[in-house]
């Protein structure tokens, strides 16, 4: 059974950071795509960052956190990571850890290119 499980979410002042991690089990093969994805109070949910998974482990990153955050994966390619540095308020909202199992995406950063979901880590950074 697959399974995603979020750790590191918690609260920090404006201009702190904060690590997630993401650990993948289930997987015959590891997921070909990982992404962070966040939904704050009544906000749709949005893809912060996405990783290739394999060969180029190429990155992507919405517009709103590039340069600040770094999404990377341990070498055996079942644990995902988000860091998150000189975090703002507007950062505020729990983050969830997507999955991709098979095949490649032209939208990394759509939630509906994902199948599988942790359960969400709660991020709250005070002013």
């Known amino acids: 059974q697959v399974q995603l499980v979020e750790s590191g979410g918690g609260s920090v002042q404006a201009g702190g950071s904060l690590r997630l991690s993401c650990a993948a089990s289930g997987y015959t093969y590891s997921p070909t795509y990982m992404g962070w994805f966040r939904q704050a109070p009544g906000k749709e949910r949005e893809g912060v960052a996405a990783?290739?998974?394999?060969?180029?482990?190429?990155?992507y990153y919405a517009d709103s956190v590039k340069d600040l955050f770094t999404i990377s994966q341990n070498s055996a390619r079942n644990t995902v990571y988000l860091e998150m540095t000189s975090l703002k308020p507007e950062d505020t909202a729990i983050y969830y850890c997507?999955?991709?199992?098979?095949?490649?995406?032209?939208?990394?950063?759509?939630?509906?290119?994902?199948?599988?979901w942790g359960q969400g880590t709660q991020v709250t950074v005070s002013s």
């Open positions: 997507a999955a991709r199992a098979w095949g490649t995406t032209a939208r990394p950063l759509q939630a509906n290119e994902y199948g599988a």
């Open positions: 990783l290739y998974t394999r060969g180029s482990g190429a990155t």
